[in-house]
């Protein structure tokens, strides 16, 4: 089944411990991207790959970090969370970074900071 | 950053109305989108119009790119309990690649 993957999906953690998301896809798709949505303000986005080793800047990427290493994971890394942080955050892949392209998220994972 | 307005924030109705909402936004859009979120699931993509004045039709649902290109709107006919979730509209910025987001419209039926 073609599908994007999330873990964990409900992670409660206090400021300052370094944390790691993970997201793969199954589909070979080329694009990834990291959002965050929070009450209020829809789904903003905080990182986005177009390839291995190809990463940039979304809308909020302050105190993200990311890697594309492989090609089916896009990890969202949190050095150093704190309580602005907290949010439900999504992954996405598509097969290019072409509008046409249709992007599947995976299911979410709702973080809390302490 | 950019954004997109998305109304109303919530509505509650009766299971077999209609239902109607729309974003708008003071920037061109070259293309419109429109997701349900599920509760506990992700965004899905219903609607996808590319064209201004493009009116596309997926079952129950409508939507339409406005021909000023800064509006869209999504109607939903005869509403029953599964359409229950957050739609989003999501806009491609003229010259650009990326996604803007709406606020998200969360609907709730009664049976």
Same mark, same amino acid.
């Given at each position: 089944?073609?599908?994007?993957?999330?873990?964990?999906?409900?992670?409660?953690?206090?400021?300052?411990?370094?944390?790691?998301?993970?997201?793969?896809?199954?589909?070979?798709?080329?694009?990834? !991207?990291? #959002?965050?949505?929070?009450?209020? +303000? $829809? =789904?903003?986005?905080? &990182?986005?790959?177009?390839?291995?080793?190809? @990463?940039?800047?979304?809308?909020?990427?302050?105190?993200?970090?990311?890697?594309?290493?492989?090609?089916?994971?896009?990890?969202?890394?949190?050095?150093?969370?704190?309580?602005?942080?907290? !949010?439900? #955050?999504?992954?996405?892949?598509? +097969? $290019? =970074?072409?509008?046409? &392209?249709?992007?599947?998220?995976?299911?979410? @994972?709702?973080?809390?900071?302490? | 950053?950019?954004?997109?307005?998305?109304?109303?924030?919530?509505?509650?109705?009766?299971?077999?109305?209609?239902?109607?909402?729309?974003?708008?936004?003071?920037?061109?859009?070259?293309?419109?989108?429109?997701?349900?979120?599920?509760?506990?699931?992700?965004?899905?993509?219903?609607?996808?119009?590319?064209?201004?004045?493009?009116?596309?039709?997926?079952?129950?649902?409508?939507?339409?790119?406005?021909?000023?290109?800064?509006?869209?709107?999504?109607?939903?006919?005869?509403?029953?309990?599964?359409?229950?979730?957050?739609?989003?509209?999501?806009?491609?910025?003229?010259?650009?690649?990326?996604?803007?987001?709406?606020?998200?419209?969360?609907?709730?039926?009664?049976?």
């Amino acid at each position: 089944e073609a599908q994007v993957t999330q873990n964990p999906r409900y992670l409660i953690t206090v400021t300052g411990k370094k944390l790691t998301v993970t997201c793969s896809q199954n589909m070979n798709h080329e694009y990834m !991207s990291w #959002y965050r949505q929070d009450p209020g +303000l $829809g =789904l903003r986005q905080i &990182y986005y790959s177009m390839n291995v080793e190809v @990463t940039d800047k979304g809308d909020v990427p302050e105190g993200y970090k990311v890697s594309r290493k492989e090609k089916r994971n896009f990890p969202l890394i949190l050095e150093s969370p704190s309580p602005n942080q907290t !949010s439900l #955050y999504f992954c996405a892949s598509s +097969l $290019g =970074l072409d509008i046409t &392209y249709e992007q599947y998220f995976g299911p979410g @994972t709702r973080l809390t900071v302490t | 950053g950019q954004q997109l307005n998305q109304s109303p924030q919530s509505m509650f109705i009766q299971e077999g109305e209609d239902v109607s909402m729309n974003c708008t936004s003071s920037s061109i859009f070259n293309t419109w989108l429109w997701y349900k979120q599920d509760p506990g699931e992700g965004p899905v993509l219903l609607i996808a119009l590319y064209k201004a004045g493009e009116l596309t039709s997926n079952g129950r649902l409508t939507a339409q790119f406005g021909i000023t290109r800064k509006d869209s709107f999504l109607n939903i006919s005869a509403s029953i309990p599964s359409d229950v979730g957050i739609y989003f509209c999501a806009g491609q910025l003229w010259g650009a690649q990326k996604l803007v987001f709406g606020q998200g419209t969360r609907l709730t039926i009664n049976p």
